[in-house]
């Protein structure tokens, strides 16, 4: 069996571009600690696993990190990002095609599932996968063979096969729009990643990594940050999780200032139930105007919510919350609530991080 080693003196300034120290990936949290055992008893295991998760959470970390820890490790660990890939594409791009079977097709081409022969084939985001290239995927999975595009005979692949999604398959499944028989196929063991705000102990040392890296990889010299900022991190909701954190220390670093970064954690995130008011001794307030804030509040916790759930796709929040697409934007706007295109910040290339990648 696979064994993460844990090691404590493990420097956060690792060199640029290789994977995060075990204790920085899984931190000391109950819930990554629950994720760090099924690592290292699936690793070695010649079957599928999913790995499900909002986005920002690691996926693609630790699926890394169960091929380096597999039999497969000498092997290549081949990636297939299938919203990236168009749905006419998707299927050469994952099985190849032989020269003449389509219009430009001059020459033959392997495709991804056949250079992880002998290593890992990791498709990420796979809920995105046509309901009928899911069909021939399957068959790939049970068969361990597949058909190039215009090709005549078929091609023996071994190789592991790790998915990823930041949807639930089971709803998918429910709604038609993912096969019930591959659903059950790759979620032979099931990695369920927390969310950043189910995990808020291992942020002071996601944010010392973060800080270490890129003070590093920009030649800068950012100071630690200050505890009243590291407390303020660890009360944030991080709708962006990790990479939501990276990008902001990214940009504290880029720019040297803590300002740059706590306009985005004062956004209030308390919830109705923790709704304050002051009243001085002898003073008034206005009735109407705190019932007013307290509904804002309790309105404002229930997009966020829907919104989460929802994976931050505006349109479904929209519909789970019965109103109208234009009604939730500017409900998102009235309440100073990120949107989807908010959560990036800085425009640097990303690096291989704990966040960089789902």
């Known amino acids: 069996m696979g064994t993460i080693t ?26 990554m600690q629950l994720v760090r055992q099924k690592v290292e008893r699936v690793a070695c295991a010649d ?22 820890l597999s039999t497969w490790a000498d092997g290549p660990l081949v990636k297939v990002n299938c919203p990236a890939i168009p749905g006419t ?35 990420d985001e796979i809920s995105e996968l ?4 899911q069909a021939k995927f399957l068959q790939f999975l049970q068969e361990g063979r597949f058909c190039r595009i215009g090709g005549k ?28 028989d591959l659903f059950y196929r790759i979620n032979v063991v099931k990695i369920q990643l927390p969310r950043l705000a189910q995990r808020r102990e291992d942020i002071p040392g996601l944010t010392d990594y973060f800080l270490a890296y ?30 939501q954190l990276e990008n902001l220390i990214k940009r504290y670093v880029v720019l040297g200032s803590e300002d740059s970064v706590v306009s985005e954690l004062s956004v209030p995130t308390r919830g109705p139930m923790n709704f304050q008011m002051e009243i001085a001794e002898g003073g008034s307030i206005s009735l109407k105007r705190v019932t007013r804030d307290a509904v804002q509040a309790l309105e404002r916790e229930i997009i966020l919510k829907a919104l989460q759930a929802h994976h931050w796709n505006q349109k479904r929040a929209a519909k789970a919350l019965s109103i109208s697409y234009r009604a939730l934007l500017y409900k ?8 989807a295109r908010a959560r990036t910040h800085v425009n640097i290339p990303e690096p291989v991080g704990v966040g960089a990648e789902d």
């Open 332 to 339: 998102i706007r009235q309440a100073d609530l990120p949107s």
């Open 47 to 68: 079957i599928p696993v999913l790995i499900q998760g909002e986005s920002g959470t690691g996926k693609e970390v630790v699926a890394k990190l169960i091929h380096s």
């Open 6 to 31: 844990n090691n404590p003196k493990t420097p956060v300034s690792a060199n640029l571009g290789e994977m995060p120290p075990d204790e920085i990936i899984f931190g000391v949290s109950q819930p």
């Open 89 to 123: 594409l998707l299927e050469s791009e994952l099985f190849g095609y032989e020269r003449g079977a389509f219009t430009g097709a001059y020459g033959s081409k392997p495709g991804r599932a056949e250079l992880a022969n002998g290593g890992t084939l990791f498709l």
């Open 130 to 133: 046509e309901l009928g290239l």
């Open 214 to 243: 890129y003070n590093e990889k920009f030649n800068c010299q950012a100071p630690p940050l200050s505890s009243s900022l590291t407390q303020l991190l660890q009360k944030y909701e991080w709708p962006g999780n990790i990479r």
């Open 153 to 180: 005979e078929d091609t023996q692949v071994e190789a592991r096969v790790i998915c990823a999604t930041n949807r639930q398959l089971e709803q998918e499944v429910q709604a038609g729009k993912f096969r019930e």
